[in-house]
Every structure is written in structure tokens, then in C-alpha cells.
């Protein structure tokens, strides 16, 4: 028997306004693999399944060990905008979509998906039931033990000095797989998880960067050239989002020019420094109104909005309603879901 496996092809679409969107396809490509090989990959699918719903019992979020996140969704979601940290997310069963930009980054059982800075984006559970629930893991990635891992591998170099982008959808391959697995087994052995699973946290990290996304690790994990600049320029922008952007001062504080920086910038994030902001202080006016209690207008102060009226357009830009209107079904669907 030759199983078949996905493989990934990126395609460029024009958009009205000129630009371009990008979206990452499955099912474009078939992979062959020996008999013996895709048999016990499936077995490792099938066993991340068993002890990732073991696990998980109810739908939510854990962090059952130090830098592992586990997912449950029952139901298909709608679009949830956040800020994604630098992570490798593996899916055990069901798929689902990030939006970065106007690219779009899709991922199944098949796939893994890999962020390397910190990134605002919109994410959405594709593929998810009752009977077969959406179940993932989200491994992060800390830049000092990436680093660690690197120089013992001796990878510190990169390979080529070009612009990586800060996000891609790749081929599962056989051993990273074997390795989420084995880190799974560590759930129900806390005494062995111990003790096994930093190893298997390094060796996580040593799979990628021999992998087809370690060009990926490597540039945006060294902090030289021009991803050390567009690093710092996402730090300040966290850090200021509610500041004026000033984006003449960032490029001469960071020895670029300022066309220089916006274009590296979006090679890095697949956004520019002005949409990036705004994200940012969207999502956060968004928290402010359901966790504070506050009205649009102040929470438009807060982010660094001075003009009302104009901040309501942004938000219903983005989130696609006002934001009265937003922050009250945000509210009715955690009473539903409390009430199931």
C-alpha cells in the first residue's frame, strides 16, 4: 500500500486595490511514502488523538506542561482575532485557518504551523463536531532555548541573509510527529515529564531546525541583520501601540531608511508598521469594552484614538459590526456557552 500525503503549494492572488492576497493550499501534491513509514505515522495520529481528548475531555484551553498548550473545540468557530507568540501549532484532528495580512494559512492533521515573532492575526477552527472535535497543540517557542539549541546543533549561522516570512504551514514529517507524541505520553507520567520532557522539548526544537522550516527558525531566531531591526521594531510597537507612529524616528533609531523598514517590515510580518499598530489597538479597545466595561469612546482613548467617529469605521473594518454591536454578541455567546 502507498499512502498519500498532502503537500503544500503557494499561490498569488490580485486583489482590486492592486495588491496581492496569498493562500496557502492542501491537496495540491501527493507524497509517497514506504508501506512501513506511513503505517506508523497513521498509528501516531491516531495515538496524539487518543491522549490529546484523554486529555482535554471539555472543550477549552490547558497547559498540562511547561510550553505545551492543548485545544478542544466541539463546534466550528467563528473568527477570533488575537496576537499569536512565537509557537509550533501541530492539529491532531479536525483543521484550521490563521489570516495574516492577506495571506492565508491553512492546517490539518498533515501539517504543522509555525510563528516565529510575536504577530496580531485572525484565527478560525475550520473543522470540528461533537463526534470528532477540533484537538491541537500548541508547542511554544522560547527565543533562548531556540538559541541554546541551535549552537549545540551548529546552526547559529543562517544560510541565506534574504527576508523570511514570520509564518508558514508545512508537511508533518515522521519524526517531529513521533516527538509530539512522545511528549504526550509525558501527561500522564509527571514523574518522567520531568525529566523527560526538556529532552524532548530540545529535540522538538533540533527537528525543525534540520526540517524544511529551519531556515525559518534560524533567521528570525538570531537577532542579525535585518531581522534583529524588524524585531525591535515589533517590540516598540507592542510596547507604544498607543503612541503616534512615527515611523521617520523608528527607521533613523533603527539605521534604516524608512522605505527600507516598511519594506522589510511586511517581508517579515506580511503587514505594514500602520496596520500593525492598528490591530494591535483594535484587539486591545476590544478587551477593554468586555473586560472593563468601557464605552467605544473611551476605550478609543485608551488605544491611542483621538477621533471617535474614526475609530468606530477601523472597528467595524475589522471585526465587521460597530462596536456596541460587537461587544454585545461577544457577550450573548459567553452566556450561551456558560449556559451549555
Same mark, same amino acid.
Given at each position: 500500500?502507498?499512502?498519500?500525503?498532502?503537500?503544500?503549494?503557494?499561490?498569488?492572488?490580485?486583489?482590486?486595490?492592486?495588491?496581492?492576497?496569498? !493562500?496557502?493550499?492542501?491537496?495540491?501534491?501527493?507524497?509517497?511514502?514506504? &508501506?512501513?513509514?506511513?503505517?506508523?505515522?497513521?498509528?501516531?495520529?491516531?495515538? +496524539?488523538?487518543?491522549?490529546?481528548?484523554?486529555?482535554?475531555? %471539555? &472543550?477549552?484551553?490547558?497547559?498540562?506542561?511547561?510550553?505545551?498548550?492543548?485545544?478542544?473545540?466541539?463546534?466550528?468557530?467563528?473568527?477570533?482575532?488575537?496576537?499569536?507568540?512565537?509557537?509550533?501549532?501541530?492539529?491532531?484532528? *479536525?483543521? %484550521?485557518?490563521?489570516?495574516? *495580512?492577506?495571506?492565508?494559512?491553512?492546517? &490539518?492533521?498533515?501539517?504543522?504551523?509555525?510563528?516565529?515573532?510575536?504577530?496580531?492575526? $485572525?484565527?478560525?477552527?475550520?473543522? #470540528?463536531? %461533537?463526534?470528532?472535535?477540533?484537538?491541537? /497543540?500548541?508547542?511554544? /517557542?522560547?527565543? #533562548?532555548?531556540?538559541?541554546?539549541?541551535?549552537?549545540?546543533?551548529?546552526?547559529?549561522?543562517?544560510?541565506?541573509?534574504?527576508?523570511?516570512?514570520?509564518?508558514?504551514?508545512?508537511? +508533518?514529517?515522521?519524526?517531529?510527529? &513521533?516527538?509530539?507524541?512522545?511528549?504526550?505520553?509525558?501527561?500522564?507520567?509527571?514523574?518522567? #515529564?520531568?525529566? +523527560?520532557?526538556?529532552?524532548?522539548?530540545?529535540?522538538?526544537?533540533?527537528?525543525?531546525?534540520?526540517?524544511?522550516q529551519g531556515a525559518r527558525l534560524r533567521h528570525?531566531?538570531?537577532?542579525?541583520?535585518?531581522?534583529?531591526?524588524?524585531?525591535?521594531?515589533?517590540?516598540?510597537?507592542?510596547?507604544?501601540?498607543?503612541?503616534? +507612529?512615527? $515611523?521617520?524616528?523608528?527607521?533613523?533609531?533603527?539605521?534604516?531608511?524608512?522605505?527600507?523598514?516598511?519594506?522589510?517590515?511586511?517581508?517579515?510580518? #506580511?503587514?505594514?508598521?500602520?496596520?500593525?499598530? %492598528?490591530?494591535?489597538? /483594535?484587539?486591545?479597545?476590544?478587551?477593554?469594552?468586555?473586560?472593563?466595561?468601557?464605552?467605544?469612546?473611551s476605550a478609543a482613548y485608551r488605544v491611542g484614538?483621538?477621533?471617535?467617529?474614526?475609530?468606530?469605521?477601523?472597528?467595524?473594518?475589522?471585526?465587521?459590526?460597530p462596536p456596541l454591536r460587537d461587544v454585545q454578541?461577544?457577550?450573548?455567546?459567553? !452566556?450561551?456557552?456558560?449556559?451549555?
Amino acid at each position: 500500500m502507498i499512502r498519500e500525503n498532502d503537500c503544500l503549494i503557494l499561490h498569488i492572488f490580485p486583489m482590486d486595490d492592486g495588491e496581492t492576497r496569498e !493562500e496557502v493550499s492542501m491537496n495540491v501534491m501527493i507524497r509517497k511514502l514506504p &508501506d512501513r513509514e506511513a503505517e506508523l505515522m497513521q498509528a501516531n495520529r491516531e495515538e +496524539l488523538v487518543e491522549r490529546v481528548a484523554r486529555a482535554m475531555p %471539555k &472543550d477549552g484551553t490547558a497547559q498540562p506542561l511547561p510550553g505545551l498548550y492543548l485545544h478542544r473545540h466541539s463546534v466550528p468557530m467563528t473568527r477570533v482575532h488575537g496576537v499569536i507568540e512565537p509557537s509550533l501549532c501541530v492539529v491532531a484532528q *479536525g483543521s %484550521k485557518e490563521y489570516l495574516l *495580512g492577506e495571506s492565508r494559512y491553512r492546517y &490539518d492533521p498533515f501539517h504543522s504551523f509555525l510563528v516565529t515573532v510575536d504577530l496580531p492575526n $485572525i484565527s478560525q477552527v475550520l473543522e #470540528a463536531s %461533537k463526534a470528532r472535535p477540533y484537538l491541537s /497543540l500548541r508547542f511554544s /517557542l522560547a527565543p #533562548a532555548l531556540v538559541g541554546s539549541v541551535m549552537l549545540e546543533a551548529g546552526h547559529a549561522e543562517p544560510r541565506d541573509p534574504t527576508d523570511v516570512r514570520a509564518i508558514d504551514v508545512s508537511l +508533518l514529517d515522521a519524526n517531529l510527529l &513521533d516527538a509530539f507524541v512522545r511528549l504526550t505520553r509525558l501527561l500522564d507520567a509527571p514523574d518522567e #515529564a520531568r525529566v +523527560l520532557g526538556p529532552l524532548i522539548t530540545r529535540e522538538i526544537i533540533y527537528r525543525l531546525l534540520v526540517g524544511e522550516q529551519g531556515a525559518r527558525l534560524r533567521h528570525l531566531a538570531i537577532l542579525k541583520g535585518y531581522t534583529s531591526s524588524i524585531a525591535r521594531a515589533i517590540a516598540r510597537l507592542r510596547h507604544d501601540f498607543d503612541q503616534p +507612529l512615527r $515611523i521617520e524616528q523608528m527607521a533613523q533609531e533603527l539605521g534604516m531608511s524608512v522605505s527600507g523598514l516598511r519594506h522589510h517590515f511586511k517581508a517579515v510580518t #506580511a503587514m505594514s508598521p500602520s496596520q500593525f499598530q %492598528k490591530q494591535l489597538r /483594535l484587539q486591545e479597545a476590544r478587551r477593554l469594552m468586555l473586560s472593563e466595561d468601557l464605552d467605544a469612546t473611551s476605550a478609543a482613548y485608551r488605544v491611542g484614538y483621538n477621533d471617535a467617529s474614526y475609530f468606530n469605521r477601523e472597528y467595524k473594518s475589522l471585526f465587521g459590526v460597530p462596536p456596541l454591536r460587537d461587544v454585545q454578541r461577544l457577550r450573548e455567546e459567553a !452566556e450561551d456557552r456558560s449556559d451549555s
